[in-house]
């Protein structure tokens, strides 16, 4: 059954990280989530879309990274929250579970842009690493959390609009070549239907079981 008891939440946060990406933190009031998790968030108007949870399960805040999409009912109007006014959410709700539910089984991580999130509520609440990570975003300023993830496990960056000097330029399934393949590894992959699907055909071809292969789709295309 459907839990439907929306709460209201307090913003706290609404911090630019560029001109398209922001960080929306609101008061946790007490919500129990577990890393992987969504939330939709609500307008004024009524219309809702799924926001997955960017922080750790044990922290104080809950906080989302989102991408203002041009033109969108939504990520526009939360981009223009004040710090005080309150956004309505839903419980928490969600199937992609990184890095949980497999036992001793190693893992790696393989996002684009804000589907870093899931992974970043991960590295805050748990302490086994994954084996890999792999980071796809457009330009190196989109990278949040990028430097956190590099101190924490082996991490790449693929950036596909830009040169920067000690990354790669490209699309991070270029990269795949690099991962550990091992047909005991779980593969969580979060971000656009595109690569994942990519990733996931890729790894299909090597042999590993579907069972093995993760997604979390946030925009298709
Ligand atoms: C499970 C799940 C979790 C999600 N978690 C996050 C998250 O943590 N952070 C986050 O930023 N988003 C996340 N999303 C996406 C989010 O739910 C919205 O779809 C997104 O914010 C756009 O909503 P909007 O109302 O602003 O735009 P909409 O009104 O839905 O669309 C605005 C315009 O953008 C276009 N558009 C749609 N996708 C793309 C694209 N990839 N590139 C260019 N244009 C596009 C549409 O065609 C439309 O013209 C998640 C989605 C899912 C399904």
Redesign the pocket.
């Given at each position: 059954m459907i839990n439907l008891d929306y709460t209201n939440h307090r913003i706290i946060g609404v911090q630019r990280i560029n001109n398209e990406?922001f960080e929306l933190t609101l008061e946790r009031s007490g919500m129990e989530f577990t890393p992987g998790d969504?939330v939709?968030l609500y307008t004024d108007t009524d219309?809702s879309?799924?926001?997955?949870?960017?922080s750790g399960a044990n922290a104080d805040t809950l906080s989302?990274?989102?991408?203002?999409?041009?033109?969108?009912?939504?990520?526009?109007?939360?981009a223009a929250r004040q710090l005080g006014e309150t956004v309505r959410i839903t419980p928490p709700f969600?199937w992609?579970r990184p890095g949980q539910d497999i036992g001793d089984a190693p893992f790696t991580f393989i996002a684009t842009?804000?589907?870093i999130?899931?992974f970043l509520s991960y590295r805050d609440t748990f302490e086994k690493p994954p084996e890999h990570c792999l980071y796809g975003v457009r330009r190196k300023a989109d990278a949040f959390g990028f430097d956190r993830l590099q101190n924490w496990c082996p991490t790449q960056l693929a950036v596909s609009r830009e040169n920067p000097a000690s990354q790669h330029h490209g699309r991070v399934t270029d990269l795949l070549d690099t991962l550990p393949l091992d047909h005991d590894t779980h593969y969580y992959c979060c971000g656009?239907e595109s690569m994942v699907n990519e990733v996931g055909d890729w790894l299909q071809n090597r042999g590993i079981q579907l069972m093995n292969i993760h997604r979390?789709?946030?925009?298709?295309?």
């Open positions: 990406l969504c939709a219309k879309r799924p926001y997955s949870i960017a989302f990274i989102i991408r203002e999409m041009e033109g969108g009912e939504v990520s526009p109007w939360l969600g992609f842009g804000t589907g999130s899931p656009l979390e789709v946030f925009f298709h295309g």
